[in-house]
């Protein structure tokens, strides 16, 4: 079994970091480090310190009434760049694609939290900046967002063959090789991280890539960030509450897609039983996770989220807990072996339960609930 897809995107590239967490300014909390958070006046309604933002950039609305940085405007010549947080009384989120690209005074960027995303190129290009500060908001970074800047260029900046902003994983080269550890601290890989370069009209991925090592600190992984990492094997954790807590953006953002299995502490999982404490499974979390032969979800789950064990082919057993309350698309999908789930409520319950659409294991599954009642899946 194969999948395939097309995407319309690359590695991600930064550039350097002084993340933004500074030493209030009141008296109250002098000495203190915090991650400024603005009001509408730019001031930080933690210590009262001012944004002296850069005045005279170019702005659009966005739908959810907030507004995206687009331009340099009128303030040409800059070459210490400040976003504000708040623009006409609105939250700026977003930088826009190619925002800044190609722009060759601007040396330094400060990125005030508040900002979700930074779009495509949107300093690519930037070939004096070497200073970049990024808040804890920043969770999308789409394709070359920082390429052909000065700290891009510098390879000290680079670990090995990875290229880090902080604790966002911004790119690795398609020669990484064996098993890599993620850096501890990581929150964000951002998107097409490890897809390699684009050569004959496809990516390369990371052919060499066998085995990768998560972090407890991982949070969210972007888009496609394992496209074309066929290669790896194995994906090795330390602690599966924090593995259910990371949020993927789509099924090639997970790097069990490729058939690999999970491994934690060293033991690959075989009988995942997920951890108490978890209310959600969430959206492609154990998607085609290779060896995972039985899953039980306990009553404290309340949501299987949408393609969560879809293509797992080895998967025969699963029991669901009384507290799910909804299962979403695809959530198992193509699971060829799974003939039978074992419910833990009644068949009227089971039929409360809402289902996304194709969310069934496969043809001729059926679900025995706790009252011996037998339902199709």
């Excluded at 500060?133 to 789409?142: D, F, G, K, Y």
């Excluded at 064996?178 to 897809?195: P, S």
């Excluded at 949020?247 to 058939?259: G, K, M, Q």
């Amino acid at each position: 079994m194969r999948k395939f897809f097309v995407m319309s995107l690359a590695a991600l590239m930064a550039v350097g970091l002084a993340v933004s967490v500074a030493a209030c300014g009141s008296n109250e909390n002098r000495g203190k480090s915090h991650e400024h958070t603005y009001n509408e006046q730019n001031d930080c309604t933690v210590c009262g310190e001012h944004l002296n933002f850069t005045e005279g950039l170019k702005f659009e609305p966005t739908e959810e009434n907030t507004y995206t940085v687009t331009g340099i405007g009128t303030a040409e010549g800059v070459t210490e760049l400040v976003i504000p947080a708040y623009y006409n009384g609105k939250a700026v989120t977003e930088i826009g694609r190619y925002a800044f690209s190609g722009n060759a005074e601007i040396e330094s960027v400060v990125i005030p939290n508040g900002v979700t995303a930074i779009d495509l190129r949107a300093f690519f290009g930037c070939s004096a900046l070497a200073k970049i500060s990024l808040p804890e908001s920043v969770t999308a970074i789409n394709d070359a967002a920082f390429d052909g800047t000065a700290y891009f260029a510098d390879e000290k900046n680079w670990d090995g063959d990875v290229f880090y902003i902080g604790d966002i994983l911004m790119q690795a080269r398609d020669t990484l090789s064996g098993e890599y550890q993620i850096k501890t601290g990581t929150r964000v890989i951002a998107q097409g991280a490890f897809m390699g370069v684009y050569l004959d009209n496809k990516f390369s991925g990371c052919p060499n890539l066998k085995a990768i090592v998560i972090p407890e600190s991982l949070k969210f992984i972007g888009p496609s960030v394992f496209s074309y990492s066929n290669a790896l094997e194995k994906v090795i954790i330390s602690d599966l509450a924090a593995w259910c807590q990371i949020t993927f953006a789509d099924n090639f953002s997970n790097p069990l897609y490729y058939d690999a299995h999970l491994f934690l502490k060293g033991q690959e999982i075989t009988d995942l039983v997920i951890p108490d404490g978890i209310s959600e499974i969430k959206a492609h979390a154990f998607v085609d996770c290779n060896g995972v032969k039985s899953v039980t979800i306990p009553s404290g789950v309340t949501a299987i989220g949408e393609s969560a064990f879809e293509w797992c082919e080895s998967l025969e057993s699963v029991t669901i807990g009384v507290g799910v309350t909804a299962i979403g698309e695809h959530a198992f999908y193509r699971c060829e072996n799974l003939k039978n789930i074992q419910y833990q409520g009644t068949a009227d319950a089971w039929n409360k339960i809402g289902k996304g659409s194709s969310w069934a294991p496969y043809e001729g599954c059926t679900v025995t609930c706790s009252d011996g009642t037998s339902v199709p899946a």
